[in-house]
């Protein structure tokens, strides 16, 4: 099942391998580098030390809570170097005083290590010698061009940052240290060659909304299942989400309860619905559009609570399916939510009974039109009179209608459904007796297009990289990332900021 995950996979799995292991993480500012060298940081459980170069302690733990917990806790030691701290040409002058020394071509590396930044040696002193140790280094490029400043000034004892990035690297290998470097260049150099690891961060504008990507680039001794994973800050912490799995459930479904009743609405089922798109007003309609790649377990799984609730307030539903769609297969979205005598009871598909679908589903189907002229009509006045039949509107009822189950009905009897008579028919249904619409549709078919202009609700469903992201058109929203859910509830919705 697709999860909310703090860290991908392969960066806990890469955590868990022997040190030394040294990581990079790039990506231009604000992007969400910080966030998960910290997320690292808390994930990872031997010692751990965190060297900041540009931001203050006192406002590092202002602005990121965990760090500040992790440091009252004596978990966490943070190397402040955003106000003290000495040059490259101290270091030289202080190595070369060193008698009989000439650190340039010197092999040692406890020598050539004291060519590093203060605040870098003032982290591997804090480190164990046994016990595994993780250091974050915040941003590595503001360490190094500090700590180079201009290299004109420093004559024959001058040390590029290549010779930095081979000494700190030279070092870490002495013991059992995780090295987090995280840096802003975009280029590739050595240092890319050098690490085990390297972690891109991205912030892209796509539909005119922001998405935020991890690239894993690279990572030694690491199985690379899902290269990339869609990320969110909200809550001041890195959440990421795995791609969308459609295989059973293993967990008892649920869906959130109803906070209270509200006249005219009916809850959705699931409270990250109703923060982001409201309730479903009576007399009013939902249309749900997806791109060709969306599986459509993923539209299932938006509407799954909103069916069981109407059910379990009395109300009554009818569903034209997507093709393909069996009578049992309808009952799965409610079995484990809703008692099978209840579905009998108030649930009706348009559809017949098929091999494999037991024979007491009989009596919720309704016929398949058909072209001869005693045959059953495709507008379904069945269906009509069953939701007219719950005229209660404390207990609404619910139409869920596949725009692909409709160009069925049309290649039965053709013509029946076109752009031009779709609203004029869902208009109708609608107002036959208290409930609420859900149509489901291609965003490319002339048939879900057509009800755009009715639409109170609207949302887009889009397939990227595996996952399946959500965006709100009415009412309009920033990127959301759809999880199959928990033991709390049957989805989650991943606000992307």
Request: glycine share 8%; net charge negative.
């Given at each position: 099942?697709?999860?909310n995950?703090?860290?991908?996979?392969?960066?806990?799995?890469?955590?868990?391998r022997?040190?030394p292991?040294?990581?990079?993480?790039?990506?231009?500012?604000?992007?969400?580098?910080?966030?998960?060298?910290?997320?690292?940081?808390?994930?990872f459980?031997?010692?751990r030390?965190?060297?900041?170069?540009?931001?203050?302690?006192?406002?590092?733990?202002?602005?990121?809570?965990?760090?500040?917990?992790?440091?009252r806790?004596g978990?966490?030691?943070?190397?402040?170097?955003?106000?003290?701290g000495?040059?490259?040409?101290?270091a030289?002058?202080?190595?070369?005083?060193?008698?009989?020394?000439?650190?340039?071509?010197?092999?040692?590396?406890?020598?050539?290590?004291?060519?590093?930044p203060p605040?870098?040696?003032?982290?591997?002193?804090?480190?164990?010698?046994?016990?595994p140790?993780?250091?974050?280094l915040?941003?590595?490029?503001?360490?190094?061009?500090?700590?180079?400043?201009?290299?004109?000034?420093?004559?024959?004892?001058?040390?590029?940052?290549?010779?930095?990035?081979?000494?700190?690297?030279?070092q870490?290998?002495?013991?059992?240290?995780?090295?987090v470097?995280?840096?802003?260049?975009?280029?590739?150099?050595?240092?890319?060659y050098l690490?085990?690891?390297?972690?891109?961060?991205?912030r892209?504008?796509?539909?005119?909304?922001?998405?935020?990507?991890?690239?894993?680039?690279?990572?030694?001794?690491?199985?690379?299942t899902?290269?990339?994973?869609?990320?969110?800050?909200?809550g001041g912490r890195?959440?990421?989400?795995?791609p969308?799995?459609?295989?059973?459930?293993?967990?008892?479904?649920?869906i959130?309860?109803e906070?209270?009743?509200?006249?005219?609405?009916?809850?959705?089922?699931?409270?990250?619905y109703?923060?982001?798109?409201?309730?479903?007003?009576?007399?009013?309609?939902?249309?749900?559009?997806?791109?060709?790649?969306?599986?459509?377990?993923?539209?299932?799984?938006?509407?799954?609570?909103?069916?069981?609730?109407?059910?379990?307030?009395?109300?009554?539903?009818?569903?034209?399916?997507?093709?393909?769609?069996?009578?049992?297969?309808?009952?799965?979205?409610?079995?484990?939510?809703?008692?099978?005598?209840?579905?009998?009871?108030?649930?009706?598909?348009?559809?017949?009974?098929?091999?494999?679908?037991?024979e007491?589903?009989?009596?919720?189907?309704?016929?398949?039109?058909?072209?001869?002229?005693?045959?059953?009509?495709?507008?379904?006045?069945?269906?009509?009179?069953?939701?007219?039949?719950?005229?209660d509107?404390d207990?609404?009822?619910?139409?869920?209608?596949?725009?692909?189950?409709?160009?069925?009905?049309?290649?039965?009897?053709?013509?029946?459904?076109?752009?031009?008579v779709?609203?004029?028919?869902?208009?109708?249904?609608?107002?036959?007796?208290?409930?609420?619409e859900?149509?489901?549709?291609?965003?490319?078919?002339?048939?879900?297009?057509?009800?755009?202009?009715?639409?109170?609700?609207?949302?887009?469903?889009?397939?990227r990289?595996g996952?399946?992201?959500?965006?709100?058109v009415?009412?309009?929203?920033?990127s959301?990332?759809?999880?199959?859910?928990?033991?709390?509830s049957?989805?989650?919705?991943?606000?992307i900021?």
């Amino acid at each position: 099942m697709a999860a909310n995950l703090n860290l991908p996979t392969e960066l806990s799995h890469f955590l868990d391998r022997p040190a030394p292991q040294p990581l990079l993480i790039r990506g231009p500012p604000g992007t969400g580098k910080t966030m998960l060298a910290l997320e690292l940081l808390e994930a990872f459980s031997g010692r751990r030390i965190y060297v900041t170069s540009r931001v203050r302690t006192a406002e590092l733990e202002l602005d990121f809570p965990a760090l500040g917990r992790m440091t009252r806790a004596g978990q966490l030691s943070i190397v402040d170097m955003t106000v003290t701290g000495g040059d490259l040409r101290e270091a030289s002058r202080a190595v070369a005083s060193a008698p009989g020394l000439v650190v340039p071509n010197d092999p040692s590396r406890s020598l050539r290590a004291l060519l590093l930044p203060p605040a870098v040696l003032e982290a591997w002193s804090q480190s164990s010698p046994t016990a595994p140790t993780l250091i974050v280094l915040d941003s590595w490029d503001a360490i190094v061009e500090r700590h180079l400043g201009d290299p004109s000034q420093f004559g024959e004892f001058h040390t590029s940052r290549e010779d930095l990035e081979r000494i700190a690297l030279a070092q870490m290998s002495d013991g059992p240290v995780f090295l987090v470097l995280v840096g802003e260049h975009r280029e590739e150099g050595q240092l890319e060659y050098l690490v085990n690891g390297v972690v891109s961060l991205e912030r892209t504008i796509r539909d005119d909304r922001m998405e935020r990507w991890l690239r894993i680039d690279k990572l030694r001794g690491i199985r690379i299942t899902h290269p990339s994973y869609p990320f969110s800050l909200e809550g001041g912490r890195f959440r990421c989400i795995e791609p969308f799995h459609t295989g059973a459930r293993t967990a008892t479904p649920r869906i959130d309860p109803e906070p209270e009743v509200c006249p005219g609405e009916i809850w959705p089922g699931s409270s990250d619905y109703a923060s982001f798109f409201g309730r479903l007003a009576v007399g009013k309609i939902t249309l749900i559009e997806y791109d060709s790649e969306v599986p459509i377990s993923a539209v299932r799984l938006l509407v799954v609570p909103m069916l069981n609730q109407v059910v379990a307030r009395g109300g009554r539903v009818f569903h034209i399916p997507h093709p393909g769609i069996h009578l049992a297969e309808v009952w799965k979205m409610y079995e484990g939510l809703t008692p099978k005598e209840t579905f009998l009871r108030q649930v009706r598909v348009l559809g017949t009974l098929t091999n494999g679908d037991p024979e007491e589903f009989r009596s919720i189907s309704f016929p398949l039109p058909s072209a001869k002229p005693e045959g059953v009509s495709p507008r379904v006045p069945e269906a009509a009179k069953f939701l007219r039949e719950n005229p209660d509107p404390d207990h609404p009822n619910l139409g869920v209608l596949s725009i692909s189950g409709l160009k069925t009905l049309n290649s039965l009897q053709p013509g029946t459904y076109t752009p031009e008579v779709l609203p004029g028919l869902a208009l109708s249904y609608l107002h036959q007796s208290p409930g609420h619409e859900v149509w489901v549709g291609p965003e490319d078919d002339p048939l879900t297009q057509s009800l755009r202009p009715m639409a109170d609700t609207r949302i887009r469903l889009l397939s990227r990289e595996g996952r399946v992201f959500v965006h709100g058109v009415i009412p309009r929203t920033p990127s959301l990332v759809l999880s199959e859910g928990d033991d709390r509830s049957l989805y989650h919705l991943l606000l992307i900021v």
